[in-house]
Structure formats: C-alpha cells, structure tokens
C-alpha cells in the first residue's frame, strides 16, 4: 500500500524556520518524482515544489529563495527546508506523488502555524 | 502567470446534473486534472488528462477541455459527492504547476 507521511509540522514565529519530511513506503521512491502543495485554512490548494526523481526541482514564485526542497532516496523521503517564515506560510503542507501534474497519492498533510 | 478560474460555488438536487468549469488562457492547449477534496481529508485525483477517469471513480464522472474552459460534469449527481472540486494544470512557459481555486459542490 503507497503511504505518504509528513512531520515536522508545529508553531513557528515569523522570521523563523522549520523542516517538513515526508516519508514514503509501498512504492519505489527513488523512482518516482513528488511534490509539496499546501492548503492555508478555508483556502484552496497552492502547488510549492516538485522534484523528479533525478535533480530536477521547480518552485512555485511565492516561496521560491525561502524555501529548499530534497530527496533521499536511501531514506525513502522528501523534505521542504522552509526559512523566512511568513504569517502567509500558515497552512497544511502535503506531500503528493507524481509528476508536474497530475499526484496520484497524497499524504494526509501537517499543519505549519507562523505567528507570534 | 497563468490563472486558472473556477466558480466558487455549484449547487444542483440529487440525481441532476452538475457541471463545473475551470477557466483559462487556451486551457484546451493543456492537460488538465480534476481534484476532489472532502472536508478534513486530502484531495484526491478524479480525472487526469481532461477525461481519464482514475481507478474506483464512477462512470458518472467525465471531463472535457476546449478552448478556454475545462469542464468537470458529475451525472446524477448523490449527496456522497459533495466536496470541493479542484482543477490543476502544468504552465510550462512559466515553469509553476497551476490550482484553481476550487468550486465547492453542495448537493441540495
């Protein structure tokens, strides 16, 4: 069964940082390319960064500068590096399976709060 | 950079027909997926390359995309498919993958 499991999540204040990892199972990770969307409360869904199974990484422009996505495939994981952190950051952050588009899995998200 | 536009809401009685579209600059030159997002849960993929229905969706659900507007269309619609419907393309002159900002079906 795919699983996709994210952590790290919790209360940060503005200016500060924080990791997201995501860890995968029931598939071949190292194999497959994956991405980060976040969804603010009561919001829609936002797209953040996309790696493919090589080295290639794209960032939406809202966290492009401030935010560092990875890959370690020994580990089976993928992580988002977030510096700067914003008000505007808050938000349940997922991992997602798959190409640019479309993700055929989703983890079941974490939520990032950044305030005072 | 590209925008894609859906209507907020949607509301139609069981067992008609809902339609939702998604709106943009040529969409029907790209491949757009359709999301469905119930309440506390995380999207899941419905229908990817304008029409390919995903594994255990029904038969009722199908997606067309033309010129400017991708359109979602839920047949006899049932209260179990109230959710927000998202749709998302790849914009690859800007190099940003593209949500819309969801319509949120409400089945009357």
């Known amino acids: 069964e795919v699983q996709l499991v994210e952590s790290g999540g919790g209360l940060v204040q503005p200016g500060g940082s924080l990791r997201l990892s995501c860890a995968a199972s029931?598939?071949?990770?190292?194999?497959?390319?994956v991405n980060w969307v976040r969804q603010a409360p009561g919001k829609g869904l936002e797209w953040i960064s996309y790696?493919?199974?090589?080295?290639?990484?794209f960032y939406a422009e809202s966290v492009k500068g401030r935010f560092t996505a990875s890959r370690d495939n020994a580990k089976d994981s993928l992580y988002l590096q977030m510096n700067g952190l914003r008000a505007e950051d808050t938000a349940v952050y997922y991992c997602?399976?798959?190409?640019?588009?479309?993700?055929?899995?989703w983890g079941q998200g974490i939520l990032v709060t950044v305030s005072s | 950079s590209y925008v894609l536009t859906q209507p907020p809401s949607v509301s139609v009685a069981p067992g008609k027909t809902a339609m939702m579209t998604c709106g943009g600059d040529?969409?029907?030159?790209?491949?757009v997926h359709w999301y469905q997002q119930k309440p506390g849960q995380a999207p899941i993929l419905i229908m990817s390359?304008?029409?390919d229905r995903s594994s255990g969706i029904p038969e009722r659900f199908s997606g067309s995309n033309s010129g400017n507007t991708a359109t979602l269309t839920i047949s006899r619609v049932a209260a179990g498919d109230e959710a927000d419907y998202y749709c998302?393309?790849?914009?690859?002159?800007?190099?940003?993958?593209?949500f819309g900002g969801g319509t949120k079906l409400t089945v009357l």
């Open positions: 998302q393309v790849w914009d690859s002159s800007s190099e940003q993958v593209v």
């Open positions: 790696i493919s199974s090589g080295s290639t990484i």
């Open positions: 029931g598939f071949t990770f190292s194999s497959h390319e």
């Open positions: 997602a399976r798959g190409p640019l588009c479309p993700y055929d899995y």
């Open positions: 390359y304008d029409s």
């Open positions: 040529n969409i029907g030159s790209k491949s």
